[in-house]
């Protein structure tokens, strides 16, 4: 165990902590946006204009594993500004893509939510309505869980019997 643990693998105890920890931050996060969204989304703002950098690398983490999205944003820049696409084309070496620098566009994407916080709340739900359906933010959940939230992703995972399906009961 302490060998691979030395090698930087993880162990399913590893995981299944850091799921526990995503719950927890997950069902705080919601306890605030029911008790006082003011103050989440104040503190959302503080935290891109505070970090815009930490920002950039997050977003570029999500392109870099989402090649599709990638040419989603950049046919969307294309055709809403020429200019600008074509001024961060020449950012990229000869034959790279905004797929193979997703920094590049991941910078882009972090002025543009430093200058507009409410736009991390518009793609969230974007996102989200993408994955699971129009209604995944409605209020008429018929759900016995607290906050609401991940159920699809983990019935999902308990109809495949994929792997982690109990996690919620490893908790």
């Not at 006082?36 to 983490?61: G, K, Q």
């Not at 993408?130 to 983990?154: I, M, Q, S, T």
């Amino acid at each position: 165990k302490a060998k691979a643990k030395a090698k930087g693998e993880r162990s399913h105890s590893d995981y299944v902590s850091a799921a526990r920890e995503c719950l927890l931050l997950e069902s705080e996060i919601d306890r605030l946006e029911r008790s006082d969204p003011d103050a989440l989304d104040e503190l959302e703002r503080s935290l891109l204009t505070e970090d815009p950098d930490l920002l950039a690398e997050v977003v570029a983490d999500v392109l870099s594993r989402s090649p599709e999205l990638v040419r989603e944003l950049q046919m969307e820049l294309r055709d809403e500004d020429g200019e600008l696409y074509q001024e961060l084309l020449g950012e990229l070496n000869e034959g790279e893509t905004f797929e193979d620098r997703p920094e590049v566009l991941a910078e882009l994407v972090a002025v543009m939510l430093a200058e507009d916080p409410d736009l991390l709340g518009r793609l969230d739900e974007e996102v989200a309505e993408g994955l699971f359906g129009e209604d995944y933010y409605d209020d008429d959940d018929d759900n016995d869980d607290e906050d609401g939230y991940g159920d699809e992703v983990y019935d999902e995972g308990i109809e495949e019997g994929g792997k982690g399906a109990n996690a919620k009961e490893e908790l």
